[in-house]
């Protein structure tokens, strides 16, 4: 209930002239500086939301009159660096692959933009490294589908495989089963056939036959002892490296159906020097011929 303002006896403070159940409240005031200190904030809040992005509108935000965002100074960050980057990257551009392994400058600026580029394009199939994974190649070792050389390797990040691209690499394994071009049984003696080729053992018959039917069908690309042919995009089947799987239900569905991974045309979405840069980076993973 309200009372008259007095002052209290045992604390000399004024009380509010409010009164509970006998218990009268002081009147305590901030101190001066606490209060200063939330006046200014207040002010700065005000001065803030006028001058940098802040309230957000039906189809967009305010977006301050001082004509700031942390977005914009984040492309005048990555414009300058690559305006400083812009003479090394014009001279990768221009230089072969194997002129720019004997750059030690140039193979330095490979390897740190390589491993970004690599990270941000190519690790999500190939896996960090090129460690590869079912279905995407290893990039690491020595065994190229297309061919491990640079100008192969700039040549397939270029332009991809298998894509609407229209200088793509495309090759086209026949579905020898669900076509019917081969029956049952001899899509399972050229299975063993091929698996024997890696060194799995097989019945000498079953290897006869198979024999006979990978001449017939299959030596055309992936080579008479299946050493592989990369003027076709034919994997060589000889070396026990096997991109979707070497157990004999693998193979066997590979020759029933087919295999038709794709890969994008990397110079639809970077630059020429992001792509030099991929083709010499990859080359120089362990794997380039």
Not at 27 to 51: D, E, H, Q, R, S
Not at 110 to 115: N, Y
Not at 157 to 178: H, K, L, Q, W
Request: with cysteine; glycine share 12%; aromatic share 10%.
């Amino acid at each position: 209930m309200p009372t008259k303002i007095e002052k209290d006896a045992t604390t000399g403070q004024d009380t509010t002239g409010h009164e509970w159940d006998g218990i009268k409240e002081l009147n305590t005031p901030l101190p001066k500086w606490w209060l200063y200190t939330f006046y200014f904030c207040i002010v700065w809040g005000i001065a803030y939301t006028v001058l940098y992005p802040s309230w957000p509108t039906l189809n967009n935000h305010f977006s301050g009159t001082s004509g700031w965002s942390r977005r914009g100074e984040l492309a005048e960050t990555l414009a300058a660096q690559k305006a400083a980057q812009a003479d090394t990257r014009a001279k990768i551009v221009a230089t072969p692959i194997e002129e720019i392994r004997k750059d030690p400058a140039l193979m330095g600026y490979v390897q740190a933009a390589g491993r970004v580029a690599f990270a941000d394009n190519c690790a999500g199939c190939h896996g960090a490294g090129g460690a590869g994974a079912v279905g995407f190649p290893t990039l690491a070792d020595d065994d190229w589908i297309w061919g491990g050389k640079p100008e192969d390797i700039l040549q397939t990040i270029t332009y991809g495989i298998r894509n609407a691209n229209e200088n793509s690499r495309v090759s086209d394994m026949p579905r020898f089963g669900a076509d019917g071009l081969l029956t049952k049984e001899q899509i399972g003696d050229v299975a063993d056939y091929v698996l024997s080729l890696s060194g799995t053992a097989a019945d000498p018959a079953v290897l006869e036959r198979g024999a006979t039917v990978f001449a017939e069908n299959c030596a055309a690309c992936h080579g008479e002892k299946g050493e592989g042919m990369h003027e076709m995009g034919a994997p060589r089947l000889s070396d026990g490296i096997w991109l979707y799987g070497g157990d004999r239900k693998t193979v066997v569905e590979t020759i029933t159906y087919a295999r038709r991974g794709s890969m994008p045309a990397w110079s639809e979405r970077l630059d020429p020097a992001t792509v030099k840069v991929l083709a010499t980076y990859v080359h120089a993973l362990g794997g380039g011929q």
